[in-house]
């Protein structure tokens, strides 16, 4: 059945006129005709629910289901999709479920906002089933960035020093990435000479997104689908000319200026680099939260191009780059062989964590010099390829599981390897068809090794059959 039919058998419990009869209130009315009985099948389970599965209590809520009927409350709203997701009552929808419930009944509170709808989820909170009390301190942290604290004070169901201690994220355990196992995995497939992927192609997998498309365009609006990410880490061209580069370089590296490098220009004039930082840095500020955190990997030889983009966008920044200090020092034609790389770290309250919405997950002692090997040129798949422990620290520092990193220039793909590792979702932008497939066949191979299953596989809205692209 299609989503219009669907919405058709929607019927409302109440009959407003028949209420109108009694002389209620306003207020009353329009709640009482919020009631509406759905097909199950116009449902969909919010994956943001933050209350742990008890078998014990599953099997007593389907035998109260069973015995008395769904005479206790599911509520819901409705999705730009058209479906409607289940603000309150997961459990007892999959209850309803195990005894093959046809329609459910629940209230319809519209097309309210997400942070409305994880408010009014934990407002309404029942004890039947345990918290899991991480998932809830990551709502309530986030309801604060977009409600008052003394707001949520007054009908959230929780005593003030729980509540503090959600509200103060400087007191939250931290752990230094550097303890973490982060896999680093070891894929050296070549891009391909003719990829499946076609500039505008949108894939989603196991909660992540990658577009191949223009990371200074409209583009962007697309990957994000409506959504704001809470961070940025990215790796922009770094405007070096590679056919110069490998005039003198050995047979052991790769000439990365003949086959991988015909979509981007690494040519560009200073003034029109400039305004290509310009304008990708626009394009994420406009498509994250208001207090997420950039870092941006950068040449020393553009740097004061790139704080001007920065300022121009009104973005503060740290004037002291992050280093990623490797082990030895690429080959160049410098008397000072480089081993470090710079990355800007800026955004509205991450360099002191000044103001109500500062976020930081990190350690209290983080360091802006971080040793991560460097893999071998000839082992790389892309000209500046980074070690995955690198986007896991930033990762780590600045966001919170099940939140969303912005990765607008895909590369290798070793943020979005990160981002899955620490239980992100990670919205890939590459302009390169040959590097798309190049990220999602790293991606399906590093799942095969670490026995992670691979759901809701789709392009362009389309189910896709990933082996298709080849081992």
């Known amino acids: 059945m299609n989503l219009n039919e669907l919405n058709k058998r929607i019927i409302p419990l109440l009959n407003s006129n028949d209420i109108n009869q009694q002389n209620m209130p306003a207020e009353e009315l329009n709640n009482f005709i919020n009631y509406k009985i759905f097909p199950r099948e116009i449902l969909i389970k919010a ?21 008395n009927g769904q005479i206790e409350n599911i509520h819901v709203r409705k999705l730009k999709t058209g479906y409607y997701e289940v603000v309150n009552g997961n459990h007892r929808l999959d209850a309803c479920d195990v005894l093959g419930k046809e329609f459910i009944i629940a209230y319809d509170h519209g097309n309210i906002s997400l942070a409305q709808a994880q408010l009014i989820a934990i407002e309404t909170n029942e004890t039947k089933f345990k918290a899991n009390q991480e998932k809830l301190t990551l709502l309530i942290q986030n309801l604060k960035i977009e409600i008052p604290e003394e707001d949520l004070k007054l009908t959230l169901p929780y005593d003030e020093d729980f509540l503090k201690t959600c509200f103060d994220f400087s ?29 505008g192609d949108i894939y989603e997998f196991n909660g ?10 409209s583009d962007v609006d697309r990957l994000m689908n409506g959504v704001k990410a809470h961070m940025l880490h990215t790796d922009p061209p770094y405007n ?21 490098c015909t979509d981007w220009n690494d040519d560009m004039s200073d003034a029109d680099y400039k305004a290509f930082l310009i304008n990708f840095i626009k394009n994420a500020k406009k498509n994250m939260i208001d207090w997420a955190h950039y870092y941006i ?6 740097y004061r191009e790139l704080l001007e983009a920065m300022e121009k966008n009104a973005i503060p920044y740290d004037k002291v780059p992050i280093q990623w200090v490797k082990q030895v020092a690429p080959l160049s034609w410098v008397r000072y062989k480089r081993r470090n790389e710079p990355c800007l770290f800026g955004g509205k309250g991450a ?19 971080w040793n991560y090997d460097r893999e071998h ?26 939140e969303i990193v912005l990765e607008l220039f895909g590369g290798s793909g070793s943020t979005l390897i990160a981002a899955d590792q620490l239980k992100r ?8 068809p040959a590097f798309c497939d190049a990220i999602l066949k790293r991606y399906i191979k590093y799942c095969s090794e670490n026995n992670i299953e691979i759901q809701f596989f789709k392009k362009n809205d389309k189910d896709f059959d990933y082996n298709s692209l080849g081992g």
Not at 173 to 186: A, P
Not at 297 to 302: I, N
């Open 47 to 67: 994956d943001w629910n933050y209350k742990e599965e008890d078998e014990f209590t599953s099997k007593q809520l389907v035998n109260n289901l069973k015995k």
């Open 171 to 199: 007191n939250a355990e931290t752990i230094s990435i550097e303890n973490r196992d982060i896999i680093e995995d070891d894929y050296d497939e070549s891009p391909p000479e003719k990829p499946q992927t076609v500039p």
């Open 208 to 217: 992540h997104r990658l577009m191949c498309g223009d990371s200074t365009s």
């Open 240 to 260: 070096v000319k590679y056919a110069e580069l490998n005039v003198k370089r050995s047979d052991t590296g790769k000439d990365w200026s003949e086959l991988y």
């Open 297 to 302: 990997w950068h040449a020393t030889t553009y």
């Open 351 to 369: 360099v002191n964590g000044n103001g109500e919405g500062a976020r930081w997950f990190g350690p209290n002692n983080e360091v802006t010099i």
């Open 377 to 402: 040129n000839g082992k790389y798949i892309h000209p500046t390829q980074k070690p995955v422990g690198l986007p896991a620290r930033a990762i780590s520092n600045s966001s919170q599981p099940g």
């Open 425 to 432: 979702k990670c919205y890939v932008m590459e302009l390169s």
